[in-house]
C-alpha cells in the first residue's frame, strides 16, 4: 500500500538523481564541471534513462489529469512535472495504480543513479559461509557464493530476524545495529541502559531484539 509520504520522497528523490546525472562526482569525489574543470559527455544510459523517465512522468501525469479531473498547470520539464506530481501525492495514493506509479518511477531513478554508485551505498544482506554478501539499493537480486541467486528482500529479513536474536557484549551489539539495521546506540548507552535496570543483560551479554525495544528504534536501512 503507497502512501503520500512515499510519493513525496520518490518524487523528491528525481530532483537528486537528474543531479547526480548532470553533475557525477569526479575522480576526487566532487561534482565534476565545477569551474576549471572539464565536463565528461553523459553516458548514453544516463540519457536513455532520462527520456524514460520523463516520458513516464508525462503519462502519469495525464492520467492524474484526467482521473482526477485537474488541471496539469506545470512546464515541460522533467523537474516541473514531478512538482506538480508532489502536490497530487495525496489523491495519487488512493488511486488503484499508485503501486504501479512507485515502481515505475523508482526503476527510473535508480537508472540514473546506477552508474555513478559508490561502495557506501551498498548494504549487507546476509551472511554466507563465513562471507559477507552486500547489494546495492536498488538490486532486486544477488549472487550468492554458493553460484545461486537470491531475493535481496528475502535474505534481508532473514538476516534481520537472525540478528535480533543474537545474543552480543556490548560494543558488538552497537556494532550490527549500525551495519545491519542502521540505528545508532552506543555501547556505552547500552551499559549505562543495563545499569539503571531498564535493559536486562545475561552472562553472554544483551539481546539485540531488547536492546531495539529499549531504545524504541526503527530500521533505518530498510529492506527493498
Partial sequence: MTDPAHIRRLCDSIHDAL?????PPSSSGTPSGGVGQSRPPIPTTILSAKEDL???LV???????EDGEFVIDCDDDT?????????KADWLADHPAA???VDEIDECVRALR??????EERFLVTV?????VYAYPWERTVLLPDGTVGDTYQLRQELYQRTRKEILPAANVSAVLDKIFGMEVSADAIRKAAKRGTLEKRPEGFLVERVIERFGLEPKHVAI
Wanted: glycine share 6%.
Fill in 99 to 101: 503501486d504501479d506509479f
Fill in 54 to 56: 520523463k516520458a513516464k
Fill in 19 to 23: 543531479a547526480l546525472a548532470e553533475h
Fill in 79 to 87: 523537474l516541473s512535472i514531478a512538482a506538480w506530481v508532489y502536490t
Fill in 114 to 119: 546506477r552508474p555513478y554508485a559508490s561502495k
Fill in 128 to 132: 554466507m559461509a563465513g562471507v559477507r
Fill in 59 to 65: 503519462s502519469w501525469a495525464r492520467m492524474i489529469g
